[in-house]
């Protein structure tokens, strides 16, 4: 496994799967192996059968086994998101049919399972001595350096040429440089070298991961292992066993000893995602091993003491689940020692456009697209809706418009419908109309009537915006559409 003081050339891998005893010949055999065999560092992260959303600094090589059909997409989503990289794919059925489909998903070989920590050494370090990775040879992506010579429709803005290649990212795997995103930044600068727990809040899709992901690089254990754990996709009773390990016979199945998470996290990270999904007794289970630095394989009498950094995060309440009894109030204290909280990205309106450019450029390539700009239309609309879902939400919308439309430039008629609709501005409206009520301010013929007084903000605002009527409705996170039907309605209610 990766040394502590392994060497800026280390040659990092990828490890995706679901079976334990996999990861665990990874972490017990293959990695001094390889070492061995390469004379060279390598540094392992494993990911408990999800691909991860992105990786930090791209693998050399990423190893994935697939047994289930389900799992093809994955592999291809691996393949197409990181074409430099070398994707190999491993399964217990060595069929013709399963090698094929694996290489049209993308994987550059096919191993079938089991095989030794040395025949997979053996082969890797071939695979590796001879990959070329694929030259980024598509010219819609605008880089810096030719970025001027550039000629834009109309109708369409210039991408800001800091942001259009997915390669540039601001920090760490994030993109987005709002004042809001510059403090998480610099949060996860002052902490990444403790020790101490971290506890990421944040909705769904703000980037949990990416800022998990992100303390382990800054820590200066990035070099040991990142397990991340995802406590809402583990069955509850198998969890234990996830998290600690079982010694053969420990129950019906456990045919043979195991490390558990805890033990392949040693020296590393532990990213324990929606904590507050883990089972209340577990809890206990897991206070334990974070207060005493040791663990115990469930089955086992041993305690082995372990060195590990632990990241939780949660999209829910915290204080509301401990409330709710959903989550030890013991365990929150010791885990919430130092706080992130990732804002929504309606938040941060200015990491919108940053955003879906860097999204527009990646999907066009994947897809074999040419799509490298939005209209200025598609540009306010995109940033007046409000995201509920974030980032994530956002990534699919420029995703499903780059996989249905073709084009150069991404058009307002291309997104879905949920951003052309006004119910979001609407029911904001009505939120503050009864909070006015709420605190007393509406005095009756004391003030004037409603659509006046909407009239005189939305006018202010195109003044400033010298009419610019996109730019004005950008500013006040509604949709052009709306303030062309406002007017008409101004001018039918000014004739009456
Ligand atoms: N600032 C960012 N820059 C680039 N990509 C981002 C950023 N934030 C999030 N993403 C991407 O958005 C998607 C969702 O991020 P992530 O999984 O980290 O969110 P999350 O908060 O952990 O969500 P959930 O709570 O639903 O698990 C991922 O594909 C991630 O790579």
Redesign the pocket.
């Known amino acids: 496994m990766s040394s502590e003081h392994a060497d800026t050339n280390s040659v990092r891998i990828a490890v995706v799967s679901s079976d334990p005893a996999f990861r665990r010949m990874i972490n017990d055999q293959l990695s001094a192996a390889l070492e061995e065999r390469m004379h060279q560092s390598c540094d392992f992260q494993i990911f408990d059968g999800k691909a991860p959303?992105?990786f930090l600094m791209e693998p050399t090589c990423a190893l994935m086994t697939f047994e289930e059909d389900s799992e093809l997409k994955m592999l291809s989503r691996l393949a197409s998101r990181h074409p430099n990289m070398l994707l190999l794919a491993l399964s217990g059925n060595g069929s013709v049919s399963r090698a094929v489909a694996a290489m049209q998903a993308g994987a550059h070989d096919f191993i079938a399972r089991p095989v030794s920590a040395e025949s997979l050494s053996d082969r890797l370090t071939d695979l590796i001595a001879h990959h070329r990775p694929a030259p980024h040879a598509e010219q819609h992506i605008v880089t810096k350096a030719n970025a001027r010579h550039e000629v834009y429709p109309a109708n369409a803005t210039a991408p800001d040429t800091n942001t259009n290649n997915e390669l540039l990212?601001d920090f760490e795997?994030?993109?987005?440089k709002s004042p809001a995103?510059q403090g998480v930044y610099d949060q996860i600068n002052r902490i990444a070298s403790s020790k101490a727990p971290v506890f990421i809040t944040?909705?769904?899709?703000?980037?949990?991961?990416?800022?998990a992901q992100a303390l382990h690089a800054r820590s200066n254990r990035s070099n040991g292992p990142f397990i991340a754990i995802n406590c809402s996709a583990i069955p509850a009773e198998l969890m234990e066993s996830e998290l600690f390990g079982h010694m053969r016979g420990a129950f019906t199945g456990a045919t043979e000893d195991r490390k558990g998470a805890a033990e392949l996290a040693d020296g590393g990270t532990m990213f324990l995602?929606?904590i507050g999904e883990m089972p209340v007794d577990l809890q206990a289970k897991l206070l334990r091993l974070i207060q005493t630095g040791s663990s115990r394989r469930v089955g086992g009498t041993k305690e082995v003491s372990l060195d590990i950094r632990f990241v939780a995060?949660t999209?829910r309440d915290p204080q509301e689940e401990v409330r709710a009894g959903r989550f030890r109030e013991d365990l929150f204290y010791r885990m919430h020692v130092l706080p992130i909280h990732?804002p929504p990205l309606r938040e941060r309106t200015g990491?919108i456009m940053p955003?879906a450019q860097?999204f527009l450029i990646q999907y066009a390539r994947e897809e074999n697209k040419n799509f490298s700009l939005f209209s200025v239309e598609a540009e306010s609309m995109l940033q007046a809706y409000r995201w509920p879902g974030?980032?994530?939400q956002l990534?699919n919308t420029i995703r499903r418009l780059t996989v249905m439309y073709d084009g150069s430039v991404a058009e307002a008629e291309h997104l879905p419908d949920l951003l052309h609709s006004d119910e979001g501005y609407e029911s904001e409206l009505n939120q503050a109309i009864s909070n006015l009520r709420e605190i007393g301010t509406v005095m009756a013929g004391n003030i004037a009537p409603f659509w006046q007084q909407e009239r005189d903000i939305i006018e202010g605002a195109l003044g400033h915006f010298d009419g610019n009527i996109s730019r004005a409705a950008a500013a006040l996170e509604i949709s052009p559409s709306t303030i062309y039907r406002k007017r008409m309605s101004w001018a039918h209610k000014e004739a009456v």
């Not at 944040?202 to 800022?211: I, P």
């Open positions: 959303a992105s990212r795997g994030f993109i987005g995103m944040g909705e769904s899709g703000t980037g949990k991961e990416v800022c995602d929606e995060a999209n990732l990491d955003l860097s974030n980032i994530r990534q």
